[in-house]
């Protein structure tokens, strides 16, 4: 079945440090969806990415699809305490997505 | 907004208990999830319902079943509790689209089975 990596497992950075995970699958998916899950809450939507090669930004935060659309990226920019929590990739088609195992990120104020 | 609603923020039951996990949306959406979260495991798909009285297995579905008689609530039963299912529990629902579904989440439910 389809699967899909997330790396890395975890990442701690100083306040106003960049931070970046990555998301592999094992097949071409159809969309790819970012969601972050703030400790003790639950995943909240971020952003979706359908077009091969798309690049998206919110704010501090950039996301790209990859030109096979195999894998994707979010990148943060000078990261705040704020960003704290875990942040996991979606992939899929139709009814069916698939989650990475999620990066979590902390923050040294 | 959409919300997303579960019956039970928190449960501890005992080994072969019958559990029911509910829950209720309240956009109209077609769609409706049930996932676990386990540490290191991520987020994994159990049962899901693209329409009333419809369901599909997910990657993970043994020991579960699910019943969705009307369109805003997706009950998720474990029939016999056993430890291993020990986990949070997410519920989703998204509108139906031709490409990908949006989730949204409830706040989840903690289940202890001891």
């Known amino acids: 079945g389809q699967q899909v990596m997330q790396i890395p497992q975890y990442q701690h950075v100083q306040e106003g440090e960049d931070f970046t995970t990555y998301c592999n699958s094992s097949?071409?998916?159809?969309?790819i969806q970012w969601y972050k899950q703030r400790p003790g809450g639950h995943p909240v939507f971020l952003i979706q990415?359908?077009?091969?090669?798309e690049v998206k930004k919110q704010k501090r935060l950039t996301f790209q699809f990859g030109e096979a659309k195999k894998n994707s990226s979010l990148h943060i920019t000078a990261t705040q305490t704020t960003d704290v929590g875990t942040y996991f990739c979606?992939?899929?088609?139709?009814?069916?997505?698939?989650f990475g195992k999620g990066t979590l990120l902390t923050v040294n104020p | 907004d959409v919300k997303v609603t579960q019956s039970s923020r928190y449960l501890v039951k005992r080994t072969g208990e019958k559990v029911f996990l509910e829950c209720v949306q309240d956009m109209d959406h077609e769609n409706m999830f049930w996932y676990r979260q386990d540490p290191g495991l991520g987020l994994r798909l159990i049962y899901f319902s693209y329409d009333v009285k419809m369901k599909e297995k997910g990657d993970i579905p043994e020991g579960y079943s699910v019943s969705r008689e009307k369109k805003e609530r997706f009950s998720l039963i474990l029939e016999s509790a056993s430890t291993n299912q020990t986990s949070m529990y997410l519920c989703?629902?998204?509108?139906?689209?031709?490409?990908?579904?949006?989730?949204?989440f409830g706040a989840g439910s903690r289940l202890t089975v001891l």
């Open positions: 989703a629902s998204s509108p139906w689209s031709l490409g990908a579904n949006v989730l949204t």
């Open positions: 990415l359908v077009k091969s090669g």
């Open positions: 979606a992939g899929g088609s139709n009814y069916k997505l698939t």
């Open positions: 097949t071409t998916l159809s969309n």
